[in-house]
């Protein structure tokens, strides 16, 4: 459905020979299966969430391509991929923040519907009231502003505009991570049984290792700008391999190692290995030196360490 | 030693839209060495009591019950005294380390003004001091690091200073509020570990909304919904046999236990309903739920629960 090559994201900040360079999504690839849930996991600023953005070309890549339902998206027109833009949707994580405060619920969701066009204002309406069903909320709820739904309740107003343009492919970056854990329940259960009732195919952004446990089929590891590891959850769950995921999903495997932060003597901080050596337990000369490669370590697990 | 005993406090903010009554009747103590996690979803008033207990709150906040702290009626005190066990006796540590902390000063010079106003410390061996606590909390190069601001800590280290600092007194109770909040898990591993230690010799009443958290550090939990405590028991037995409706779902709710919804969302605390708090979201709920308001029951075996079901 969509792959990822060797997608790369820089961002400069800085002025001419200052002109620094910070690699948010670093050399990545990957791909998600039509039907399938892919989980992004990792931590604050290991660039999952520009991966997401990038998957759906909502910012340019600095180099590599991203491949569609067989189309190269990197290189369409703005124009092509704006006809593209109703098969693929974002959900952010601040529901409250997605929703535009002035409009009423019902005209949020309406909004991609009237944009396609060709659908009379009757028809429009009853899709509405067919979506506000769907995302389990109340018609009531139709006529109020976002400041009167709860976070959780707008969530679902979200979704339900994402749905209205019938996508194929959803990205859903942190989508309950302001939300209570009740309340994150709720919204995860009507996400599974959205996906499954529509069939769709969704890249779900995370730092939440049981949630992504749960929602996703596939997922990767994500570490500054690299995907550490990557396979079927079950499988990278019951058998972690990088010691970085080892760290994430069983901390009680690496008890009494040392996984502060070193200080690396070199100019800017900069070396040409892994990305985890400053951190890494194990690591070994070749680690500062070489940057690893992805290694296939069983049928669909991969893992970017030299000491696999 | 640590002897706080809360009873029957109830915190209420007058409003333009009513009366918001955070906190409904708390009765809670802490003896001796302990651990106390206090856990509920946003709203749920937790924040509020950790603050009513020391006085925090603004002041058009309408404060009743009583609040004891090792012989003393913390509600009564004068503020001086106030001033003095707050500083001393018990200490907070906050949500948020990076407005915490003041941005224009070093995290060394921040603690260092601690141990010269609390402790009565000197310049010199304030300065030692500071590199001790910051070594304590296990934040590496600490002589190098007392002189940087907080902007050059990343979060986790943030949040390691605030820990020394509230340790510079030497309190008998800490008070931590969502310590972890905002931290990655590997991080937020980290600072629980330290926390862990460092409340060998201390009490704490560890605020969250992560069960898992609380269940890592403290001995006991309470569970509190819409202002009030539904639920006081051992760590191991609300996680393996929870009594209260309630903690039944909310655990349940976890993605680790099968991610089962709680049907409807937290009661207004403006509006609270009548009877039970939680019986409009309660499947076992009756007549007399709606109806009457439950009282904490305390079952032979020493657990407490605040449901009709156990009567």
């Known amino acids: ?308 | 030693m640590c002897s706080l005993e809360i009873s029957n406090l109830r915190v209420f903010f007058p409003t333009d839209d009513g009366l918001v009554k955070a906190t409904n009747g708390v009765d809670l103590r802490i003896e001796g060495r302990e651990n106390l996690g206090l856990i509920g979803e946003s709203g749920s008033g937790k924040t509020v009591l950790g603050m009513a207990i020391l006085r925090l709150l603004p002041r058009d906040a309408r404060v009743e019950g009583m609040v004891t702290f090792n012989g003393q009626d913390l509600l009564s005190l004068e503020e001086d005294e106030m001033r003095r066990v707050r500083g001393k006796e018990i200490v907070m540590i906050l949500q948020n380390p990076t407005s915490a902390l003041n941005p224009a000063l070093t995290v060394g010079s921040q603690i260092e003004e601690v141990l010269r106003l609390d402790e009565g410390l000197d310049r010199p061996s304030a300065r030692r001091r500071v590199v001790e606590l910051l070594k304590t909390v296990r934040i590496r190069y600490a002589s190098k690091r007392a002189k940087e601001y907080p902007h050059q800590f990343s979060g986790g280290m943030r949040e390691r200073a605030m820990i020394a600092m509230a340790l510079a007194s030497d309190p008998f109770l800490i008070i931590a509020d969502e310590p972890t909040k905002g931290l990655d898990v590997t991080i937020k591993r980290e600072i629980l570990k330290l926390l862990k230690m460092v409340t060998e010799t201390k009490s704490m009443l560890f605020i969250t909304h992560d069960l898992a958290s609380a269940a890592e550090i403290c001995e006991r939990i309470a569970v509190m919904y819409a202002g009030e405590l539904l639920e006081v028991a051992r760590t191991e037995d609300l996680l393996n046999d929870p009594l209260h409706p309630y903690s039944k779902v909310f655990l349940g709710s976890l993605p680790s236990r099968g991610l089962k919804p709680v049907r409807g969302t937290c009661p207004s605390l403006i509006d609270l309903p009548s009877g039970c708090k939680f019986h409009p979201r309660c499947d076992h709920a009756t007549a007399i739920c709606k109806r009457e308001h439950p009282p904490m029951l305390k079952r032979e075996d020493g657990r407490q629960v605040r449901c009709f079901l156990y009567a």
Request: glycine share 8%.
């Open chain 1, 1 to 308: 459905m969509l792959e990822a090559i060797d997608l790369e994201k820089r961002f400069s900040s800085g002025w001419m020979l200052k002109k620094k360079y910070a690699k948010a999504v670093d050399d990545i690839s990957f791909r998600i299966d039509r039907g399938e849930t892919f989980g992004l996991v990792g931590e604050s600023g290991c660039g999952k969430t520009t991966a997401g953005k990038l998957a759906l070309r909502l910012i340019e890549p600095t180099s590599g391509r991203v491949v569609f339902d067989g189309i190269d998206i990197t290189r369409l027109k703005p124009k092509e991929m704006r006809r593209l833009r109703p098969r693929m949707q974002m959900i952010f994580q601040d529901p409250d923040a997605s929703l535009d405060p002035r409009m009423k619920i019902e005209r949020s969701i309406a909004e991609p519907l009237r944009l396609r066009g060709g659908l009379s204002s009757r028809e429009i309406e009853g899709k509405v009231a067919d979506l506000i069903e769907a995302a389990g909320l109340n018609p009531e709820h139709a006529r109020r502003y976002p400041y009167q739904m709860s976070g959780g309740q707008n969530q679902r107003v979200v979704l339900a505009r994402a749905l209205a343009s019938n996508p194929d492919f959803i990205v859903a970056d942190e989508p309950t991570s302001g939300l209570d854990v009740s309340v994150q329940a709720q919204i995860l259960n009507l996400m599974n049984d959205l996906k499954r009732d529509l069939k769709l195919t969704t890249m779900f952004i995370t730092h939440d290792l049981e949630v992504a446990r749960h929602m996703s089929d596939r997922m990767a590891v994500m570490y500054r700008g690299k995907i550490l590891e990557m396979g079927k959850t079950e499988e990278i769950f019951s058998r972690p391999r990088h010691p970085y995921a080892r760290l994430l999903i069983a901390p009680e495997l690496e008890e009494g190692r040392d996984h502060q932060e070193a200080e690396i003597n070199c100019k800017n901080g900069d070396f040409p290995g892994c990305v985890f050596y400053p951190r890494c337990p194990f690591a070994e000369d070749i680690c500062i030196k070489k940057q690893p490669e992805m290694i296939g370590v069983d049928r669909d697990h991969q893992v970017l360490c030299h000491l696999v």
